[in-house]
């Protein structure tokens, strides 16, 4: 199973911006669906975006319009691009793969003025 270590989150204010990577352990070109997911602590894991190959994309609820997901399969990588950022999308982030591979670390976000 491929293994995913996440990166680029940290400290915005409201209405900035973030890129998030997602690197895997193996090729990822051949996993058909990935996608990020986030959690507040005391909450269950969520599903943002969903990529399906390399041109399908969907997103749930406020990440649409402000959240694009896409992937580079030749550097085993998965981005979000987060922008328009709210204080409600605080929570650590995830990536995986669809079946799920084991969860990451995640990456912190925090949006706060």
């Known amino acids: 199973q491929v293994q995913f270590v996440e990166s680029g989150g940290g400290l915005v204010r409201p209405g900035g911006s973030l890129k998030l990577s997602c690197v895997g352990s193996?090729?990822?070109?051949?996993?058909?669906?990935m996608g990020w997911y986030r959690q507040v602590p005391g909450r269950h894991r969520e599903l943002v975006a969903l990529?399906?190959?390399?041109?399908?994309?969907t997103y749930e609820g406020s990440a649409e319009g402000r959240f694009t997901i896409d992937r580079d399969n030749s550097a085993n990588t998965l981005f979000l691009q987060m922008n328009q950022l709210e204080p409600e999308d605080t929570a650590v982030y995830y990536c995986?793969?669809?079946?799920?591979?084991?969860w990451g670390q995640g990456t912190p976000v925090t949006v706060s003025s």
């Open positions: 995986n793969s669809v079946p799920y591979s084991p």
């Open positions: 193996g090729d990822i070109s051949t996993i058909y669906t």
């Open positions: 990529i399906y190959g390399t041109t399908q994309k």
